[in-house]
């Protein structure tokens, strides 16, 4: 089946601006997890969604971070007022409880901040 | 705070060579580790992972030792190709939450 989606692939925002980024994972998965990778660096944890219920925030950088999945399925990640310490790629991953903890990610979004 | 600390940073093994990653962790909960494989412009991808009931763990060329008591695991790619040049992660989680990364070694095998 599909693997883990995630749009746009690139973006390119001025500093001040918002962005939305979003996350399809494989049908069916009710984990859903957000990570930061900044260029050179392992991925570091954002977020996580179980169904619609966030669990777990604490990886959020600042308030200007703000994460939603409304239906349990697709997800969006919003950057407010973005600054240049924003860029980096940004990575989905989704689980299934039936495959244990292996999570599955997507091809990331690209965010530059100018 | 680096809770998995990750050696070496990069690393040049010839065609047919044995490539070794090692790791270590701090958070004794850690219960999960897997190893992940991203190619530029790619998501990671899980590798092989290991559970730390076990001390060794092999999937056709992938091995994973783990040492509990010393907090240590490291990956070694037998008869490494070319296909092979990435960068890998060795990863820690616990229970179906957060993967904490090391800060990835870049491999380059050479023809």
């Given amino acids: 089946?599909?693997?883990?989606?995630?749009?746009?692939?690139?973006?390119?925002?001025?500093?001040?601006?918002?962005?939305?980024?979003?996350?399809?994972?494989i049908?069916?998965?009710?984990?859903?997890?957000?990570?930061?990778?900044?260029?050179?660096?392992?991925?570091?944890?954002?977020?996580?969604?179980?169904?619609e219920a966030q669990l777990d925030k604490s990886g959020l950088p600042s308030d200007r971070f703000f994460a939603e999945r409304p239906e349990g399925s697709v997800?969006?990640?919003?950057?407010?007022?973005?600054?240049?310490?924003?860029s980096a790629v940004y990575l989905c991953a989704s689980s299934s409880p039936g495959q244990g903890y292996e999570q599955y990610f997507g091809p990331g979004t690209r965010l530059t901040v100018t | 705070q680096q809770q998995v600390k990750q050696s070496p940073q990069s690393l040049i093994v010839q065609k047919g060579g044995?490539?070794?990653?090692?790791?270590a962790y701090e958070n004794t909960a850690f219960d999960y580790f897997p190893w992940y494989q991203q190619f530029p412009g790619k998501?990671?991808?899980?590798?092989?992972?290991?559970?730390?009931?076990?001390?060794?763990?092999?999937?056709?060329?992938?091995?994973?030792?783990f040492n509990?008591?010393?907090?240590?695991?490291?990956?070694?790619?037998?008869?490494?190709?070319?296909?092979?040049s990435a960068t890998y992660f060795c990863v820690a989680g616990t229970g179906r939450r957060a993967l904490t990364f090391g800060s990835g070694t870049r491999l380059q095998v050479q023809p």
């Avoid at chain 1, 984990?31 to 991925?43: E, R, T, V």
């Avoid at chain 1, 997800?75 to 924003?86: A, P, V, W």
């Fill in chain 2, 43 to 65: 998501g990671p991808a899980l590798l092989i992972a290991i559970r730390p009931d076990v001390s060794e763990k092999k999937e056709g060329r992938f091995t994973i030792s």
């Fill in chain 1, 27 to 51: 049908s069916g998965h009710v984990s859903l997890f957000w990570y930061q990778q900044a260029l050179g660096q392992g991925p570091e944890f954002l977020t996580y969604f179980q169904n």
């Fill in chain 2, 68 to 84: 509990k008591s010393a907090k240590q695991f490291s990956l070694h790619i037998m008869d490494s190709q070319p296909g092979d």
């Fill in chain 2, 18 to 23: 044995i490539s070794i990653i090692n790791c």
């Fill in chain 1, 75 to 86: 997800s969006t990640l919003k950057i407010q007022r973005t600054q240049q310490e924003d």
């Fill in chain 1, 1 to 25: 089946g599909a693997g883990v989606s995630q749009s746009p692939r690139y973006k390119v925002a001025k500093r001040g601006q918002d962005v939305a980024l979003r996350c399809d994972p």
